[in-house]
């Protein structure tokens, strides 16, 4: 009988999967694949070894340096979102994350160390300190203090994740902290004592041009005050200053009163510009003793030394800008007291302000991704399937195939 079935059925037939032979193929190989899927579950184990990481995390509370801290009964001023643009890129840059470790003498101890290897990281520092904001009512709840300003656009506070291959038991979020709180002091710091150097230092020289073009005034009026005695001590009836009559004059005018009049309003004048002058003298004393202070403690900005140094060293600075100086004369002992209680008020809001909402020693955590009985099943069920494949691959288990080597 001849044959009617066409080619390419016939040739689909010769390649029909024999289900049985494959099937005996893989239990001939199970050593094999057994061998593959032991090998692909320790791969799990380890690559779930190497996943390892010891986390710790903590919210560093920002008050603002504006804020009232000195003054418990007061509500805690928070930093808006815009405000945190101010500290943005010194918080991110590894270069100052490595200059705070060298000037602290962290650069060798252990923390440093696992420091220095996130701030040679492109982005490093922007992964492990990133902003929080939306201060909402459970939050102020939870860490027992109220919010002023928009609370949708507050910050709360700086959110610190530090990971590690080893365990750290949480040091390095305090010394991150530290490299936070050192950074605020400075950006801070540097705006403020620029500002106030400058502002002091123009207010000081305003004013003594000012007290310069008072004196000449007063000299005139005193020169006027001798010309109006002598012309009533030549006229003695030009001494009879009419009393029953108050007039207002505008000035320039005076000269139509009687001499006596004029020598008493020319001596009201000099009372009321020496009294002015007083008044410009203490604000100039205490301009230019501002200006000595702040313009000092901006040029200790620019040297290598901690946040924390800093405030400590504005004490000696307040008193090199006051040496010379009558700490008895009220004006002195009131701008004393001014910046006394400014430094003060920066040292609680950075000091003892600047905190995390729980202290972050005891609070690591182990992550793996996978766990090390996921990563074993994991590896084992993929270990098996490549070892089936790589059977099934190089074994010649179809129709055929098997033709295809009888006929060779």
Known sequence: MQNTQRPSQA??????????????????????????????????????LLSTKYITEGLLLTPSASAPASDPTKKLQLLSASDYKRYESALSSGSRLEDFLRITSQTETPDGQRLQAIAKLPSGLREVIKPEFAFTDKDQKAFGIKADGDAQNALVGLRIRYAGKGPSNGTPLTLLAEYVRDSVIKVDLAESTLTNCNTHATRAQELRNQQLQSDFVIRQETQRIADLREIIARHPDAGAAESRQIVS????????????????????????????????????????????????????????????????????????????????????????????????????????????????????????????????????????????????????????????????
Not at 24 to 41: D, E, H, N, P
Not at 263 to 273: C, S, T, Y
């Open 11 to 48: 040739y689909k037939d010769d390649d029909k999967i024999d289900l049985s032979q494959m099937v005996g193929t893989l239990w001939q190989q199970k050593g094999l694949i057994a061998g593959i899927g032991v090998l692909g579950a320790v791969l799990g184990v380890g690559g779930s």
């Open 249 to 408: 004059l505008e000035k320039g005018t005076e000269r139509f009163l009687s001499p006596a009049a004029q020598l008493v309003a020319a001596e009201i004048q000099i009372a009321d510009l020496k009294l002015a002058k007083a008044q410009r003298e203490r604000e100039r004393v205490a301009s230019e003793l501002k200006r000595k202070y702040y313009c000092d403690a901006e040029a200790a900005l620019k040297q290598a030394v901690s946040g924390r140094k800093l405030l400590a060293e504005l004490q000696n600075l307040q008193s090199a800008a006051f040496q010379g100086r009558d700490r008895a004369a009220d004006i002195v002992e009131q701008t004393w007291n001014e910046l006394d209680l400014e430094r003060e008020r920066w040292k609680n809001t950075y000091i003892t302000g600047m905190r995390f909402v729980t202290p972050p020693e005891g609070t690591e955590m182990r992550e793996r991704k996978p766990e090390v009985a996921p990563g074993v099943a994991l590896g084992g069920l993929l270990g098996v399937i490549a070892g089936m494949m790589f059977v099934l691959g190089r074994a010649p288990w179809s129709d055929g195939h098997r033709r295809q080597a009888g006929d060779h």
